[in-house]
């Protein structure tokens, strides 16, 4: 069946520098969406991303998908406290797949001040 | 508008016990799906809903089951509850309106399994 690895598992930094996680499907996608969920809460929709090669951008938080729609980049710029969480990157593969997203294992990020 | 509300937040049951949780979603939101977030096996795709029917399962086994009402609420059910069926489980709706198809989650409930 369809996977979604993500790296880095983990990733520490100092408030103020950049972060970046990394979304690969062993198959094809129909879209990606990217999720954020803050230490005891739930996920929260941050974008999704269709077509081969998009990027979009959120403020600080620049989003791509590949060309081949395989994979994906969350990039932060200038991090911030508030940026604490973990960002999970979650495909579809389209056709019958109806609700169905395939979540990566998350990336941990922790911000020092 | 109010967000997608799951009941209980947190439940505690015992081996071999069965239990329902309840899942509202957005309203006017008919695609209703649930996850179960472990920290070892990150968030899986239990089933979605629409319009009252099944249209995707995941690979888990026939104790997960679930259903969705004519008001778009869904529930869902495990029998002869297991140790490792202790979770969170989230319960996430979508409207499939305009381009973006983004899920809204619920808070979630937390299972515990004793």
């Known amino acids: 069946g369809q996977q979604v690895m993500q790296i880095p598992q983990y990733q520490h930094v100092q408030e103020g520098e950049d972060f970046t996680t990394y979304c690969n499907s062993s198959?094809?996608?129909?879209?990606i969406q990217w999720y954020k969920q803050r230490p005891g809460g739930h996920p929260v929709f941050l974008i999704q991303l269709v077509k081969s090669g998009e990027v979009k951008k959120q403020k600080r938080l620049t989003f791509q998908f590949g060309e081949a729609k395989k994979n994906s980049s969350l990039h932060i710029t200038a991090t911030q406290t508030t940026d604490v969480g973990t960002y999970f990157c979650?495909?579809?593969?389209?056709?019958?797949?109806?609700?169905?997203?395939?979540f990566g294992q998350g990336t941990i990020l922790t911000v020092h001040p | 508008k109010a967000g997608v509300t799951q009941t209980p937040r947190y439940l505690i049951k015992t081996r071999g016990q069965q239990v329902t949780l309840s899942c509202s979603p957005i309203?006017?939101?008919?695609?209703v799906s649930w996850y179960q977030q472990t920290p070892g096996q990150g968030l899986q795709f239990l089933f979605e809903?629409?319009?009252?029917?099944?249209?995707n399962k995941g690979n888990f086994p026939g104790r997960f089951s679930g259903r969705q009402f004519s008001n778009s609420r869904s529930e869902m059910n495990v029998s002869t509850l297991e140790l490792g069926d202790s979770a969170l489980y989230l319960c996430?709706?979508?409207?499939?309106?305009?381009?973006?198809?983004?899920?809204?989650f619920g808070s979630g409930t937390r299972l515990t399994v004793v």
């Open positions: 809903y629409f319009s009252e029917t099944q249209r």
């Open positions: 979650a495909g579809t593969a389209g056709g019958t797949s109806y609700g169905k997203l395939t």
């Open positions: 996430a709706s979508t409207s499939f309106a305009g381009t973006s198809y983004g899920y809204t």
């Open positions: 198959t094809t996608l129909s879209n």
């Open positions: 309203s006017g939101h008919r695609s």
